[in-house]
Every structure is written in C-alpha cells, then in structure tokens.
C-alpha cells in the first residue's frame, strides 16, 4: 500500500461515496462532523483525523459506527481551515507542509471541543480516537489532558514518548504488523516505557499483516483476507471504549 516516494498511505477515502449520517457544524471557531446515536447519552467520542482532514468519507464512517454503538461522535477540523493533504499533492512537499500542522498543537481547539460537548451535548464522559496523524494527536492527549476519560490510537507515528510514557488515562494503541511509518522495533519501544511508567490501565495490540490506514479502509479496498482483522480492529476499538467511558 505504501512505497517510499509517498510518505503517508491513509489515502483511503478518495473514491469512497459516504456522505455520513450526520452533520456539520460550527463549534467557535471550528467546524465539525457531529453524529449522534437513536437515544440520548452522556458519553461522546472525539474522532481525530488523518492527514486528510476532517471531511474524509472513511473517518466519517467511523463517527457514524460509534453514533450506531450509542456515542455522540464528532470529528473537528483540527486543520482549522487549513487545507487537508490530497493525494494528488506532490510527496516530495509533504515535510513542509506537515511543520505547519502539529499534532501535538490542538489543545486550544480540544478544549473547544470538550466544552461544546459537555454543555451543548450533555456529555459527561468523553473520550477520543485518531488515524495516523490523529492516532499521534491521542498520544499527545492521553499523556497531558486531564479531561478525557480513555483514548484509542490507531497507527499514530510515536513522537511524544521520548522524554516521557506515562499516559494519564487508559489507553489502547493498535499498530499494523507491516507498516511503513511505524517499523515494529518503534513499538517494543513504546511498549518497554509503558510497562516501565505506566499507572493506569493499556493495550499495544498489533494486527497481522495489516498495513497503514486498516481499520477505515473504504468498503472497496478490504481484501478479503484482511477483512476478519479490521473488523477485529474495529471491535476492539468499540469493547475499549465500552470498557472506560
């Protein structure tokens, strides 16, 4: 799925057609993807991203899946109008262009967020997911934020255990056996510091022979022999959050 010259294969969605179930909306300055599940509930599940923003159909899909599993789900541009990474951009300006999106850097727009949610929703218990650039962005959370009950990060790039692992809230990292961004020694790494540092409860689970971007894969490009994992992928990402929130 990856070679080098593409730094970041979690192009899944470009010819997925989902609209969603849900809506958009302005929260300040911020717009976002909001699905809510049939009947009301305190418990709402912040979706972060990939690289290719807020409005992509598979990690709409996503929000939609835990609206369906009773959670008020919504996906903010955490890009804040900047524009997302299309796959037709040349990969050779992907460096620069990422510097000016850092995933460590979203805590004024989670804050943002996490107020909409508790006094226009009525949550009380709210946790978040991420793909990929936003699977980075939930490690950075879950080891500062001391608002968010539990978090899941699906193939985030490890970039915030260096100086520091251990993570305020549960937390549940699912990786792909052959990815391309994040070799597998990366991961026994942050699986040494966890068990070395870590107080509250977490998982490193890696899926076999899955690569980047598995679990919101668009309905066209599961190959049947990886369908049992990513649908694995997806209920263990549901039975977490059921778990903790």
Known sequence: MANESRPCPCDVG??????????????????????????STDRAVIVIHDIFGWQLPNTRYMADMLATNGYIAICPDFFVGQEAWKPSNDWATFDDWLKTRNAGKIDKEVDVILKYLSEQCGAKKIGVIGFCWGGAAVQHLML????????????????????RSSVLHPTFFIFAEKDDHIPLKQVTLLEQKLKQNCK???????????????????REDINPQDKPYIEEGRKDMINWLNQYL
Do not use: M, W
């Open 14 to 39: 470009d010819r997925f057609d989902y609209g969603g179930r849900g809506q958009e909306v302005q929260v300040e300055h911020i717009k976002a993807y909001v699905c809510k599940p049939p009947a």
């Open 144 to 163: 500062k934020n001391p608002h968010l009950k539990t978090g899941v990060s699906l193939y985030g790039v490890i970039k915030f255990f260096e100086d």
């Open 200 to 218: 509250v409860d977490y998982k490193v689970k890696i899926y076999p022979g899955q690569t980047h971007g598995f679990v919101h894969r668009k």
